[in-house]
């Protein structure tokens, strides 16, 4: 029974140790800043978490050769052979899909491999177009695999049930103390987890150590509870100190039942406010805008209008995910712990968004997307936080290009022209928030609207990002052709960067992303300080005139209450950023500090305050989702 039982076990730790292998030899010149033994420990820190899988899938096999009678031996025997079988096949799909999965998202598969689940038409139509050769090889291996099984299965299950019962059940809490030492991995108070892999500052030593069937379980457990989802990351912090240190932080004297909600006058008080239009890039990094320190060449759409109004250089996203963008500059939210307010069940209605504060003056709202609304949860979280209208793909009549994600985005920007002339002819006040799609793997783009970018792949992110610059110029091409043009403030704003990579910790500098503001009347600037994506919406509020009363986290880069904070989420990490001294806090793990110089994270003496303020953070966030605390009245 042990013996096959360690069969099983050596099964598992063989290819989890081939695929952890694998990742050390393409990934091994990221491992430069730590030293050869040092890099080793992944292997010996991966060992620990392939233990703790092998043991999980072991239990069913262990309990079914400790008490099947022996009359049952042949039938139980080829059960377990076809349960291992389907986890070996799930353990070596997995296997195979890290490597386009770190290629992508430069970690090991994690929650976003689950959510992708959610969408089947869209992902496995971006798979086939995208990694057509990964998914034969896999494919190929995992009929190989099982054919080799079948064949050549080292396991004598039938034999090891056919030893008598009574001493295979004396033997079971044996099996029984060694599965459980195993699935523990400790002997501490706590047992082991996902943080036991976080053994180096170099992030991609950690991705190597981790193991990607426990990662995905990990990270389904997690991000499918709301509970208490902030005690991984510190001890508890008093409501009282946690809001405060928030509060002094970010600049926010606000107070009473509704956390940092205050007045805010604006300082350009006009009788007639004006529009407001968000157009939000999916993946536009700094790196490809002129004006935040890329190349100009790829938006030059983007360059020309940097020299209409204000153009934010130094701007830092919440996240890496679209819904993480998507609540920063729809409600001014920073990020918190689990699952984004978009998805979560207590802020699909009552919660702050700019419709939900504009609609008491009369203004009209849409959400206006390409694709389907149904994908991250759109459509429910927009229309049930006070939007109108969501527009989507089904609402595209005749479009002149569709891709895996949706119409193209000049179908889209036409759309939205034609929607604020509806708005403008009844005359409507109108906030609007435009969410682009053809930036996204597999960059399918259509032909005869950009001069594809030389020396680059024409189904690349270069050239997706050139046709999204492209839409932008259409846009302002067509509304200054129109009257709402003059009355109405357009921000253009990314969600994320397009792939967040690099060894430190946290990689702070592909946060980095462009944002600009055009209004009639506003004189042009470059804005160089720090900045979130909450300050972009502040600002925008700003200028459109009107007094307003909200509980943005952030502020108009014209009032003196701005600071140079900001909050990052990376996965499960934190990052609390004040000028360029950073906090650091991970699940389990104890805080760090960094400073950030030339776009790295670099070792720092501990900052207690500026860790305990992350941690402020964290517990303020869960707390005003929890108690449906951000808005602005009942």
């Known amino acids: 029974m042990l013996r096959e039982l360690f069969k099983i076990y050596l099964l598992f730790i063989v290819l989890f140790f081939l695929g952890r292998l694998g990742l050390y030899a393409l990934y091994f010149d990221r491992l430069g800043d730590i030293t ?3 890099s080793l420990l992944s292997f010996l820190y991966g060992l620990k978490l392939d233990t703790m899988t092998a043991s999980i899938l072991l239990i069913i096999p262990a309990l079914l050769l ?101 001493k295979r059940t004396l033997l079971f809490p044996i099996v029984a103390a060694l599965l459980f030492i195993g699935i523990r991995s400790s002997f501490g108070h706590r047992p082991a987890n996902i943080s036991d892999a976080l053994y180096s500052t170099n ?16 990270a389904f457990y997690s991000y499918t509870k709301e509970g208490d989802l902030i005690k991984p990351y510190g001890k508890k912090m008093a409501l009282s100190e946690a809001y405060t240190r928030v509060g002094d932080k970010l600049n926010l004297k606000g107070g009473g ?17 004006k529009n407001l239009v968000i157009f939000i890039q999916e993946s536009m990094g700094s790196q490809f805008v002129g004006f935040s320190g890329g190349d100009a060449t790829i938006t030059p759409n983007m360059e020309k209008l940097s020299h209409e109004g204000i153009a934010f250089t130094n701007l830092f996203s919440n996240g890496t995910r679209s819904i993480r963008g998507l609540s920063a500059i729809t409600s001014g939210w920073l990020p918190l712990a689990g699952e984004e307010v978009v998805k979560r069940n207590k802020s699909q209605s009552d919660f702050f968004t700019v419709a ?66 509806e708005h403008t002819a009844k005359g409507e006040k109108f906030v609007s928030v435009i ?41 302002f091409e067509l509304a200054k052709k129109e009257s709402y043009y003059k009355d109405t403030v357009f921000v253009v704003v990314a969600d994320h960067n397009i792939r967040v990579y690099g060894d430190d910790l946290v990689p702070v500098n592909m946060f980095h992303i462009p944002a600009l503001i055009i209004s009639d009347g506003v004189k042009p600037q470059k804005f160089d300080a720090l900045s979130t994506q909450p300050d972009v919406l502040a600002t925008a509020l700003d200028l459109i005139g009107a ?19 900001s909050l990052m989420l990376f996965n499960d990490t934190f990052a609390l950023r004040d ?52 808005r602005t009245k009942h």
Request: hydrophobic share 40%; no cysteine; net charge neutral.
């Open 356 to 421: 939900s504060l504009l609609k008491p003056l009369g203004y009209k709202s849409t959400f206006i997307y390409g694709g389907e609304g149904r994908f991250d949860n759109m459509r429910s979280w927009y229309m049930g936080n006070g939007f109108d209208e969501v527009i989507e793909q089904k609402d595209y009549t005749n479009p002149s290009f569709v891709s895996t994600w949706g119409v193209s985005d000049e179908d889209l920007v036409v759309k939205a022209n034609e929607k604020f002339k």
């Open 36 to 38: 050869f033994a040092q």
């Open 435 to 475: 969410f682009s799609s053809s930036n996204h793997s597999p960059f399918e783009l259509p032909e005869g609207k950009i001069d594809f970018i030389p020396g680059k792949p024409k189904k690349g992110v270069e050239n997706a990002v050139k046709y999204a610059d492209f839409a932008i110029g259409r846009l």
């Open 203 to 218: 992030r991609m030593a950690n991705e190597i150590a981790k193991n990607s069937l426990y990662s995905i379980g990990n």
């Open 579 to 630: 000028h360029n001294k950073v906090a650091v806090i991970q699940p389990n793990k104890e805080p760090l500090t960094f400073t950030y110089e030339k776009e790295h994270l670099h070792t720092a003496p501990h900052d207690k305050e500026l860790e305990r303020d992350a941690f402020a953070f964290v517990t303020v966030m869960d707390d005003m989702y929890n108690k449906k605390l951000y």
């Open 257 to 273: 039942e509704f956390p940092f909600n205050r007045l805010e006058p604006t300082h350009f008080p006009s009788e007639k406010p």
């Open 66 to 166: 400790a008490i099947t009678p022996q009359v049952l031996a042949r039938y139980t025997e080829r059960f377990i052979n076809g349960y291992v079988l389907f986890f070996l096949l799930i353990a070596l799909y997995v296997e195979n899909a890290t490597f386009p999965f770190v290629a992508q998202y430069d970690v090991r598969p994690n929650y976003l491999f689950i959510e992708y689940l959610k969408y089947p038409k869209e992902v496995t139509s971006m798979i086939l177009k995208e990694y057509p050769l990964q998914l034969a090889v896999a494919m190929g291996m995992l009929l190989v695999a099982a054919w080799g099984y079948l064949r050549f299965s080292p396991l004598r299950l039938a034999e090891a049930i056919r030893t008598p019962l009574w």
């Open 547 to 565: 007094n307003l009363t909200y509980p943005v986290l952030g502020h108009s880069i014209y009032s003196d209450a701005k600071r140079e904070v």
